[in-house]
């Protein structure tokens, strides 16, 4: 199969979507100056929105139908054909299917981009896809590295296109309520914060290579711009979370999702923390062909509001996923390293997954299947005032993206707030690597200021030609 992906000469000379991929973040920001009405300035304000979907798996199954609500699904790429091939039956075999999403890209049909590739391709595909013209629906974690999401963020401003991440959490009344209530200090002066993510089982290997790559699968551009290795069908799928070259494990996997929702109560949206200090249990021990990111941690952060906060692995709620129907034991030894002498009894405690939020004078708990506490019970007879301070509204976020991708708004989840909540995921993973180092980050200038090492590993070494 062919993986020279290098650009053809273009054949026209009036400029198109085709040529801004290709012009690279400098040409377009001249180009992009005045954004364009729906990603094609010919297109009226009732003018259906053509989707495309790069990245057919599960949750580029769920998001496509959903968008689908508010356009024409006109396109879905996929470097696996056989998933494509099975979304667009959804759509009445419409679709133009594609292996390669550049290609795609230059289709003038579409509109917008619903990204839900695995980690490694995520800030590659949403720049090209910028830079080609459209507005993109990016699934979480915002990138793979803390780099990658200062890259995407300067390329949204150079184009002034429209971008929302999909951490639908923020759309949900349950946590915009306990943010509310939070931010209007009903808990009094937040003190801690606890981070709790749940322990998906992730031993497993080591896995043997295949020789047989299936033909309607483009195994070199999966790896995109990770180092080659052989054809392991659990690189792929859903399990590809598991992989440190693909992704960041369950620390940044939920850990954008639950990390977010922590800030924004904070009010520390727009910074970070000041520390980071992590360890975490790699269930496979570092053997080859195994998963190899931690599936239990520990992470201490402090703030430079005086908020401590506690990101961590809840080793009592164990869900199942994909084919691991067990967890492994976590002994009392092993406890006792992970979490330490100085770790809060309500860590302990806690057995959810969910943020808590602990204050001078109460505390409240929110997780996808409800919100807790006296504050919240009190609501009703004692509702906040008129003046409080309100979480910005949007109780759908798809249409949320879709309504902004007509006004030209910024949507609720952009890249900027999911850059800030994704970084103290990507550096407690750094910490963990490094057995544990205590990290001093500066949220200014985005550098870990203490560790040169550890400074380095803000980004990862990309393979031609799939570097960003």
Not at 33 to 51: H, M, Q, R, W, Y
Not at 123 to 145: F, R, W
Not at 207 to 224: H, N, T
Not at 442 to 465: G, S, W
């Amino acid at each position: 199969m062919k993986t020279n992906l290098s650009p053809k000469k273009s054949k026209i000379s009036k400029t198109s979507r085709r040529q801004f991929i290709r012009a690279g973040i400098g040409v377009a920001t001249t180009m992009f100056a005045t954004p364009f009405i729906l990603g094609d300035e010919s297109k009226g304000a009732n003018d259906k929105i053509g989707i495309a979907l790069i990245g057919a798996g599960g949750m580029g199954g769920g998001d496509i139908k959903n968008a689908a609500r508010f356009g024409n699904v006109v396109a879905i790429a996929d470097v696996d054909l056989q998933q494509a091939k099975e979304k667009k039956t959804a759509f009445n075999n419409k679709p133009t299917i594609y292996q390669d999403y550049r290609k795609l890209l230059e289709n003038k049909d579409v509109d917008v981009v619903i990204q839900a590739t695995p980690d490694h391709w995520h800030t590659k595909i949403n720049v090209d896809s910028l830079l080609a013209g459209k507005d993109v629906y990016g699934e979480k974690p915002l990138a793979l590295t803390i780099n990658e999401g200062q890259i995407l963020r300067k390329t949204i401003k150079d184009t002034n296109r429209i971008f929302q991440t999909g951490t639908q959490q923020r759309s949900d009344t349950r946590f915009q309520t306990v943010i509310e209530l939070v931010r209007n200090g009903r808990i009094g002066k937040l003190q801690r914060v606890l981070v709790a993510l749940p322990y998906f089982n992730a031993s497993g290997g080591p896995f043997p290579a295949v020789d047989k790559i299936p033909d309607e699968l483009d195994w070199d551009m999966y790896q995109g711009q990770a180092q080659v290795c052989p054809y392991i069908p659990q690189r792929t799928r859903l399990i590809f979370r598991w992989w440190y070259e693909y992704a960041g494990g369950i620390v940044t996997d939920w850990g954008n999702h639950h990390f977010d929702i922590a800030q924004w109560g904070m009010d520390t949206e727009n910074t970070g923390p000041l520390t980071v200090e992590a360890r975490g249990i790699f269930p496979n021990d570092g053997k080859p062909d195994c998963f190899n990111t931690p599936d239990r941690f520990y992470s201490e952060m402090k703030y430079a509001n005086g908020v401590d906060v506690f990101f961590y692995t809840t080793i009592k709620e164990k869900p199942k996923f994909h084919d691991i129907t067990s967890h492994q034991e976590t002994t009392l030894e092993q406890i006792s390293w992970l979490f330490g002498k100085n770790c809060p009894q309500d860590v302990h405690d806690n057995g959810r997954n969910g943020i808590m939020f602990i204050g001078d004078k109460g505390r409240v708990f929110v997780n996808r299947g409800g919100a807790y506490g006296k504050p919240l019970d009190e609501l009703k007879e004692n509702p906040l005032p008129s003046d409080a301070w309100r979480t910005k509204p949007s109780k759908d976020h798809m249409k949320n993206f879709f309504d902004c991708v007509r006004s030209r708004e910024t949507p609720v989840a952009s890249a900027e707030l999911e850059h800030r909540s994704i970084t103290p995921c990507h550096l407690t993973n750094i910490s963990i690597r490094l057995g544990g180092r205590k990290l001093q980050w500066d949220p200014v200038k985005e550098e870990i200021t203490n560790d040169k090492e550890a400074n380095e590993m803000l980004k990862r070494e990309q393979r031609k030609p799939y570097q960003i």
